[in-house]
T-cell receptor
Framework: ELKVEQNPLFLSMQEGKNYTIYCNYSTTSDRLYWYRQDPGKSLESLFVLLSNGAVKQEGRLMASLDTKARLSTLHITAAVHDLSATYFCAVDSGGGADGLTFGKGTHLIIQP | DAGVIQSPRHEVTEMGQEVTLRCKPISGHNSLFWYRQTMMRGLELLIYFNNNVPIDDSGMPEDRFSAKMPNASFSTLKIQPSEPRDSAVYFC????????????FGDGTRLSIL
């Protein structure tokens, strides 16, 4: 059974600081996704990571994937309040053909 | 382009009643997924379809849950009879089978069973 673990589950940080969210998964996969969810809203896709060593960046967010370590990271640089949300990583073990297994999510609060 | 459309957005009903949730995937997408989100269990995959055919329903919690996809543009998730523990947000998502693109999620149906 595929398991996906995120840490931390809760994170409160100040604007301007840097931090990293970690996502570990238990079985082989070459597809990892990061989603953002605002309270009461749907899930918005942030990144799709498809191969070992993949790195993608969008604004203050950067995601990376190490398939050998079964680890993905989401790095936040110089955080701003608008990045406050819950961030989920999700793994597809079926090569794009299966449903996703989600982590529990990281609830991120960025304070002025 | 229209995204994944779910209805209703909110549903409040009494225990024992039948509940039907509806989903219209993005045009051209041929994979459809139903997920459930609760505080206790997080996001769980219930069932998914490829080309209208159910592929894996192992996430469906009980026989009270059933899902259909009669055509490429419509799917339903039915709960009969409903119970308070079914209260959750139910998301539908769609994607293009085998594509590297992510799944696109609808706005969800917030279901409350009294």
């Amino acid at each position: 059974e595929l398991k996906v673990e995120q840490n931390p589950l809760f994170l409160s940080m100040q604007e301007g600081k840097n931090y990293t969210i970690y996502c570990n998964y238990s079985t082989t996969s070459d597809r990892l996704y990061w989603y953002r969810q605002d309270p009461g809203k749907s899930l918005e896709s942030l990144f799709v990571l498809l191969s070992n060593g993949a790195v993608k960046q969008e604004g203050r967010l950067m995601a990376s994937l190490d398939t050998k370590a079964r680890l993905s990271t989401l790095h936040i640089t110089a955080a701003v309040h608008d990045l406050s949300a819950t961030y989920f990583c999700a793994v597809d073990s079926g090569g794009g053909a299966d449903g996703l297994t989600f982590g529990k999510g990281t609830h991120l609060i960025i304070q002025p | 382009d229209a995204g994944v459309i779910q209805s209703p957005r909110h549903e409040v009903t009494e225990m024992g009643q039948e509940v039907t949730l509806r989903c219209k995937p993005i045009s051209g997408h041929n994979s459809l997924f139903w997920y459930r989100q609760t505080m206790m269990r997080g996001l769980e995959l219930l069932i998914y379809f490829n080309n209208n055919v159910p592929i894996d329903d192992s996430g469906m919690p009980e026989d009270r849950f059933s899902a259909k996809m009669p055509n490429a543009s419509f799917s339903t998730l039915k709960i009969q009879p409903s119970e308070p523990r079914d209260s959750a947000v139910y998301f539908c998502a769609s994607s293009l089978f085998g594509s590297v693109q992510p799944q696109h999620f609808g706005d969800g149906t917030r279901l409350s069973i009294l």
